[in-house]
């Protein structure tokens, strides 16, 4: 069946970047303290009223421009994200009418950390199925609007920040090459956000900083490291390779402890692993499009390499993915 590959990629963050200095201001932490249970220095926060699909239209201009595609070429628009810029419509369906892709059917997911992946998986199996011809997927987050910035544990891993790539039938031996997706509810009160219409909000909610992120995090770290080397050797043995056939591996952006655990896992060499965190936090769904775009437009992720990639978040969810730029 025809596969596709990726024919532009994009991101964009907030001009306002939080460092861990600033946050020294905000809450009982220091420097010191964040960079050695993270690896963080600094994150990328949206202003008061600002607009995640706009930022999310940035990302996807980039892409677009970079993958010669015109917006009315798009078939479909897939969008994940926690953090939408209201409950309905779609976030897809406002940067749909953002970026003037007239012809395509928008939707988005929710599968946290690990929406991405989730995506390309969806997008992929929906062109070899419905013919489609050019796929936009798109994973944004604006976590900075349910931190609770006086959680000293939370509040100091995320920022902001939207990633896209444009997908088109795969030509030579580039290509989307395997992806595999998992999730696990039973863990679901290890990382989540308790409010939706189970709890009808209060003013008083809001005061106490009831709609925010919850996370127990020995337990999510133990989780995380297993579920995304088993999703990353599973997405391997799906494309037939081993790790010592990858030339760069992208791990999900949470933070540096989890980051090193994998690499050890797959003895990773510092040169192939793909690392951002220091300057942008946990975008969450859009870390790891933020890090291959990066690494493409910088050079170091060329024309011909053969990328790994693995993720994990709530839900609990995991996903792994190869390809082949």
Known sequence: MQTCQILGSGHAVPHRIL?????????DTSDAWIIERSGIRQRHIAEP???????AADAVKQALERAATSADEIDLIIVATVSADMKFPAMACLLQEKIGATKAAAFDISAACAGFIYGLHLAKSLMQTCAYQRVVVVAAEMLSSMVNWTDRNTCVLFGDGAGAV???????????????IHSDGNHSKLLYNPAGSQHVLTPEDLNNNFATINMQGREVFRHAVASMTAALNEALELAGLSAEDLDFIIPHQ???????????RFKVPPGKLIVNVERFG?????SIPIALNEAIQNGTIKKGATVGMTTFGAGLTWAGAVIKI
């Open 282 to 286: 946990n975008t969450s769904a859009a």
């Open 49 to 55: 009223g600002s607009s995640l699909s706009d930022l």
């Open 254 to 264: 949470a933070n540096n402890r989890i980051i090193e655990a994998i690499a050890k």
């Open 19 to 27: 460092t861990n200095a600033d946050l020294e201001q905000m809450v």
């Open 166 to 180: 444009v997908l088109g039938p795969a030509e030579g031996n580039s290509g989307i090459l395997s992806t595999t």
